[in-house]
C-alpha cells in the first residue's frame, strides 16, 4: 500500500509542477477569467430576458447582463481548463512515454492527471464564482461553484484527450476553443434564438449551463442536472483514458530491443580473442 501511495504522490507532484511551469495559463486564470465575466456583464444591456429553465420548468426573466455573465464564466473556466490540461498533456506526452517504459504504473499516472485535474477545476471554479459574486448576487453561490467545477472536470477531461490523440498543438487548441464556444454561444438565449431547442440537451456543457442558471436566478435544487454534467465528465474521462493507454502503449510497443543479458546464447556474444601469454611468446623467440 505504501508502496502504490509513493508512486502516486510522485506522479501528482510531477503534474502539478508541469502546470506550475506554465506561466501563460496563470496569466489567464489571473485576468482571462475577471475580465471575460465582467465584460460580459457590463457590455450586454439590463433588460429583462424572458426564458423557461428547462431543468425547473420555471419561467425566468433574469437581466440579459447577468445571464451572459454566466455564460461568460461558464467559457472563461472551461476554456482555462481544457487549455491547462491538454498543454500538459502535450508537453509531458514525452516523459510519461519514458516513464511506462521504464516500468512506471500507467494507473498511478492516470490518476495523478485526474487529481491534478480535480485541483485546476476547483481553483478556477472558486475563482470565477468570486469574480462573479463582486459583480452581482447569484441567489445559490455554492451550486454555481458546483457547476462551474464540474464543467472544468468535462473540459479539463476533453484536454487530456485533445493532448493524447493529437499530434500538433495547434488542432488542441482550436478543438477546444471552438468546442467550448459553440457549445456555450448556442445554449445563451441572449445570444442563440434557438436556445430552447431540444437538440442544446446533447452538448458537453448543457448540465452546467442549466445548473448555473438555476444558481443565479432560482433558488431550486438541480441534482439532475448536475449529474448530468458528470456524466459528460465521464464520458470525456473515458475518451482521455484511452487515448492515453493508446499513446503509452505504442511507446512501449516499439521500444529498442534491451541488449542481451547473461542468460542469451552463446551466438548472440561477441567472438572472443585469444592472445599468448606472455611465456609462450618467449619460448618462440628462443626456438626461432
Known sequence: MRFHLTRFAVATR????EHGRNRFAMVLVILFVPVWTILAYLAMPDTPARMRLRATGEA???HG???TAISGALNAVTLITGFMMFAATFSGSGFDRRLAMAGYPR???VLAKVTALALVSAAVAAYATAITCLAWTPRQPLLLAASLFCAGLTYGALGVGFGSLL???AEGMFAIVMTSIIDLALQNPITSSGADHPVMRYLPSYG???TSTAAGFSTSPVPGHLAIQLTWFGLAAL???LGFHRSTRNCLSTAPTPPPGPGSSKADLPALRHTASPSATASDTKAH
Open 14 to 17: 510531477f503534474t502539478l509542477l
Open 60 to 62: 425566468l426573466t433574469p
Open 65 to 67: 447582463n447577468e445571464l
Open 107 to 109: 494507473a498511478h499516472l
Open 167 to 169: 499530434r500538433w498543438e
Open 208 to 210: 452546467g449551463m442549466q
Open 239 to 241: 475518451v482521455a483514458l
